[in-house]
């Protein structure tokens, strides 16, 4: 039963990725706050979901299916840290870049990220929202490069694989004349 939902979200996760909107899952219980950044984040053309906690954005990414996740820290019923634990550790099929964006500035709790596989960490009263605008966009930018050149790869991949057997047809041929 396990393996058969993993392989739904994994088939999901496909699907959605092919979507134009990239997707944003903004975590954080200030309400306020994540409005204010779903408006902005939305005018410049992404899709925004909002959960004011931790254990709320775990039990919904597979169906959110993120390309990024904006995270606050300090949260009721499931921590930031601990969020991206379980994002990093059992959603790895989702696998979005993870942006903390906490008043935390503080360098254990940036090592205690970093160690835990976030992509970057973002203190919100030294960040302002056309920084987190952009540091969304750079990511954004860096996966669809990363998509591209896996892309073209297989590509490659397959090209030389015909050519390979096509070589390998026509010396088949050769000898057989």
């Not at 058969?4 to 959605?16: S, T, V």
């Amino acid at each position: 039963m396990k393996l058969r939902k993993r392989k739904e979200d994994e088939e999901r996760a496909k699907n959605l990725q092919k979507q134009k909107e990239p997707r944003v899952l903004i975590v954080e219980d200030e309400g306020s706050l994540a409005n204010m950044y779903k408006m902005k984040l939305e005018k410049n053309g992404y899709k925004v979901f909002v959960e004011l906690n931790g254990l709320d954005a775990v039990s919904k990414i597979s169906d959110i299916q993120p390309k990024i996740v904006l995270l606050d820290i300090m949260m009721p019923q499931m921590d930031g840290v601990k969020t991206l634990e379980v994002i990093k550790t059992q959603c790895d099929w989702v696998d979005p870049r993870i942006i903390m964006f906490t008043n935390l500035d503080s360098k254990d709790y940036i090592k205690k990220c970093k160690q835990a596989w976030a992509d970057d960490y973002l203190v919100k009263s030294n960040t302002t929202p056309k920084e987190v605008l952009d540091k969304i966009k750079e990511y954004i930018k860096l996966d669809e490069t990363v998509d591209n050149n896996n892309e073209n790869n297989n590509t490659d991949s397959k090209d030389l694989k015909n050519n390979k057997n096509k070589e390998n047809k026509s010396n088949e041929d050769q000898t057989n004349s």
